[in-house]
């Protein structure tokens, strides 16, 4: 009986001790950054897509609307001309989100997630972040949000979920002066996980069109 009992108790433990050191699968990313690679606007793109290509070892991927690209070794691009008579902002990215989808699908099969980060941000943390998201939400959702807003300077797209989300957010019955935030807040995806806090270094903070500056998504 002794004996029994000590084994019994070597296999609890087996049991237990695997349990614990059992990890949650490290979710497949890719990164898309949006640009629109003017003139006035291509050496701060091409600083930060250097940073990103120097360090990190996450499949990068560009969409430029400028029809300019960058042909940058280790990041794979789509440029096209954008379409004069888009409304505003919003559906300009939506639409280039949607180009770049319809670009590199077969090669975004293999990825859990597409993150796409707009082109003026390095985000040092993301890829330590990205360890501890679980592999089965529909989106990732930037830090910070408010009452009828969620912020978009980066998302996170379940990579088999991404054209329908692009799709809805982009509808013809979407007011075309509502802001691809407010869109994304009005959508409110059942299953999502948010990100903390990614703080962006001194050197990267770029004023947006409104002139501000962000020091974290």
Known sequence: MFFVAIVIIAILIVILTTKNTQTTPTPKVAILFTTYNVPNREAMYRERLEWWRDNTSLPLYVVDSANRGF????????????????NGPTDTELFSLRHAFDHFEVEWEKFDYVFKITGKYVLPKLETVINNIPTDVEMVLQSTYSKGEQSSEIIGFR???MKQILMILSADHQDPNQWLEKRLFNYTASNFWRLPQLHIPKKYRTPRSDQSILSVL
């Open 71 to 86: 042909n940058m070794d280790g990041i794979r691009e789509y440029k096209f001309e954008q379409l004069p008579n888009i």
């Open 159 to 161: 990579s088999s979920e």
